[in-house]
């Protein structure tokens, strides 16, 4: 089984995730991300690795905001087997988009809305574990949520408002 990782501007989806048990990616920069299915999530180092407690019910993995570049992937099966996992990136940049500008149904202000030029924020993550809202930084502390940053509360809540999850 091929899983596919697609990363857009402002988001992850993974394709062929049914028997994923776990996730590693390696990635450059940093990120706001909010996770969409019960997870268990670390990260540290660059390093994110997600958990999943059952089959994820979306492709959606995250949505995300901030300068984050994919490096590596490495994934586990419910067997504790290796999955080869390829990625491709979709790019909103208008000289990247290849589509013919004619026949494209696009309108001017849905491209350039890539994340890339955000300048450099501190990693937060938000994620469900047991019906429970959970946040952490980018050395895996937990952080409460009356203590994030207005900045980043609102952030992780926009990304949360556009799939319904409170």
């Known amino acids: 089984m091929n ?13 062929n995730m049914h028997n994923l048990s776990m996730l590693e990616i390696k990635y450059r920069g940093s990120l706001i ?4 299915e019960e997870v268990i999530v670390i990260i540290r180092q660059n390093k ?4 999943f407690k059952e ?3 979306s492709d959606v993995l995250m ?5 984050f570049k994919i490096g590596s992937l490495f994934a586990r099966d419910r067997n504790n087997r290796k999955i080869k996992v390829t990625r491709k990136h979709t790019s909103d940049e208008m000289q990247l988009v290849l589509s013919k500008w004619n026949e494209s149904t ?4 849905d491209y350039k809305r890539s994340n ?5 924020v501190p990693s937060v993550i938000s994620y469900t574990f047991k019906g429970k809202r959970k946040y952490k ?3 895996n502390r937990s952080i409460k949520e009356r203590k994030l940053s207005r900045t980043y509360f609102n952030k992780l809540n926009k990304f949360r408002s556009n799939y319904g999850v409170k």
């Open 55 to 57: 089959a994820p019910q």
């Open 3 to 15: 899983i596919q990782l697609i990363q857009s501007p402002d988001e992850v989806n993974i394709e």
């Open 33 to 36: 991300a909010d996770f969409k």
């Open 137 to 139: 930084d980018s050395n």
């Open 48 to 51: 994110i690795k997600i958990y």
């Open 63 to 67: 949505q995300y905001y901030g300068n």
């Open 116 to 120: 890339r030029y955000a300048g450099s």
């Open 106 to 109: 696009m309108k001017y202000t």
